[in-house]
């Protein structure tokens, strides 16, 4: 598995980034919208102009171009092209690399068989679902065998269960392969399954290197994240595997694991928040809340909400 | 009941051109044999055929025609051809869109007819001025298409592929070229009709060849039959050069999915 460092990276975005992507990890690169995510996968794909290096293992690759990179590239918007079936699209890499056409047929056939998509290989990108696309791309990126895969907030529009399916592929895709993945996100929801680096991006620079179960603990730099991290009073079991967890007059039900009645904080990845101003139908975690301000920016809606006397920040993507 | 209402509809819809322009017809012939202007002043629809079925069996037509429409292919062509080459290399290279994209622009507001008395003094009165204007009628707005095409390709796609190891070529002739195509394709559809009006105009005003000037000797006969049957020539050969396009560009918008 190919080690990944940057040493005093900078461009337009990013400020001195030092880091290290070490092999046996998934990697998790998370941060607010804007705070350089995409331009850090960027640097490491050779796709945008920076000073310092970039090595992987040994070797330093800053003259070195995205195509001889061997990297897997997939942008959030996937980037599919829309002329060339999902077959040719998967191919492209190795059509380009001049591979023969066994090699090819067999390397495109085994990528679309394990992301479960060989049955549309003839289908155009326009004509897929969101899911199908997701798969198509990464797909793509797989079939040149890359060493280093980075995924540009891979799981933003897919359903929990093709994200956990998705996950789960990749995690095992990775292994056998001896692939680093690098994931940049702006969602935490599925970082704890995954054992990995974490590490925090905000205006560039990186306020955050470490595990995912220390970064829980940094309530300063969860804040900057679009999460809603309230302070817990009380947890009280209830039936069916589930607990009341009270923070100031707010009752949530949550699922009940162990070590939950030591938590200090509950968070909430505020995409996850439904905002409505009709009755819902579900009663439970639905709250009246009073929005006291509203922006948007960069395709981002950002609220300040008044729940029972509760202040809480939430900032959505547009979808 | 709704579905067969749908379908009459659908018929109806179909059809509804046909009797437009048959009924235009009917009320042309029924004018014209009202004897209210001389027949050879407003020929009626029916002379204008018998007058065209002549110009065809004397063989006139013919030739005058493919001399006209070799020029329209040899212009087009190489206009398109060199107009999308130019695109790619001014939509590549910053320095070349610096020397030549202002002038493209400033080039291209200039009708093309305006230019021709100064091409009948500096290409001749032959073949090649009828060529260089139609040449300059589809060069320029290929150019101008390709480059804008060219550069609203999300750059997202070029970087994927930079990454898969796309060199400029496999970028020039696997991205760029397909994915700008619904935007080159809309530009040429406009131009091919363009072009066979530029070349009967150059021919009618400079040329002793071709339909224009098949026009010019009516005109100087007072044929207004002939006219009729020779502007009928005109209109129909634009139309369906416009037409291959259109179905060209519906084919790969369908095959991609644009349109259902």
Partial sequence: MTRIKLVNVSNHILEKVNLQFKEDEFNIVLGPSGAGKTTLLKVIAGITNYKGHVYFDERCVDNIPPGKRNIGYVPQNLALFNHMTVWDNVAFGLKVR??????????????LKLMNIYHLKNHYPLKLSGGEKQRAAIARALAINPEILLLDEPFSNVHISLRIELLSKITSISKENGINVVIATHNIDFIETLHGKVVVLNKGRIIYDGPFKELLLRREILNILPLISLPIDHVEPLANGLCLVKTGKISI??????????????????????????????????????????????????????????????????? | ?????????????????????????????????????????????????????????????????????YRVLAGF????????????????SRSISKALYPIIAAV???????????????????DMLAIT?????????????????IRRIDPEIV???????????????????????????S????????????????????????????????LNTLSVDEMLALLFVLSMSSYIFLKIFDEVEKYFLKKWGFRT
């Fill in chain 1, 253 to 319: 039900v949550a699922p009940w694991e162990r070590g939950v009645d030591e938590a200090k904080s509950v968070i909430i990845p505020s995409d996850k928040v439904v905002i409505s101003n009709k009755p819902q139908r579900v009663q439970t975690n639905t709250y009246l809340a009073l929005i006291k301000g509203i922006n948007i920016i960069n395709g981002w809606v950002n609220m300040a909400l008044n729940i029972e006397g509760m202040d809480i920040k939430v900032s959505t993507i547009i979808s």
């Fill in chain 2, 159 to 185: 970087d994927v592929a930079k990454t898969l190891g796309a060199s400029k070529v496999d970028l020039t002739l696997r991205i760029f070229l397909p994915q700008s195509l619904p935007s080159i394709l």
């Fill in chain 2, 108 to 126: 291209s507001v200039v009708p093309t007819l305006a230019l021709v008395p100064l091409l009948i003094i500096w290409v001749g009165l032959n």
């Fill in chain 2, 187 to 218: 530009a040429l559809k406009l131009e091919a009709a363009m072009a066979w009006k530029t070349c009967f105009v150059t021919e009618f005003i400079a040329l002793s060849s071709g339909l224009g000037r098949l026009m010019i000797e009516a």
């Fill in chain 2, 77 to 92: 062509s190489l206009g398109v051809l060199l107009g999308m080459i130019l695109g790619i290399l001014i939509a590549y």
């Fill in chain 2, 133 to 149: 204007a139609v040449f300059l009628c589809s060069f320029i707005p290929l150019t101008y298409n390709t480059v804008s095409a």
């Fill in chain 2, 1 to 69: 009941m709704l579905i067969t209402k749908q379908k009459t509809l659908n018929i109806y819809w179909k059809i509804a051109p046909y009797i437009i322009v048959l009924s235009l017809l009917g009320l042309w012939e029924f004018i014209s044999k009202l004897k209210i202007v001389a027949s050879h002043l407003f020929p009626s629809p029916s002379l204008v055929t018998v007058k065209l079925y002549y110009m065809i069996a004397s063989g006139v037509l013919v030739k005058e025609y493919l001399v006209t429409a």
């Fill in chain 1, 98 to 111: 001049k591979e023969n056409e066994e090699t090819i047929r067999r390397k495109v056939s085994r990528v």
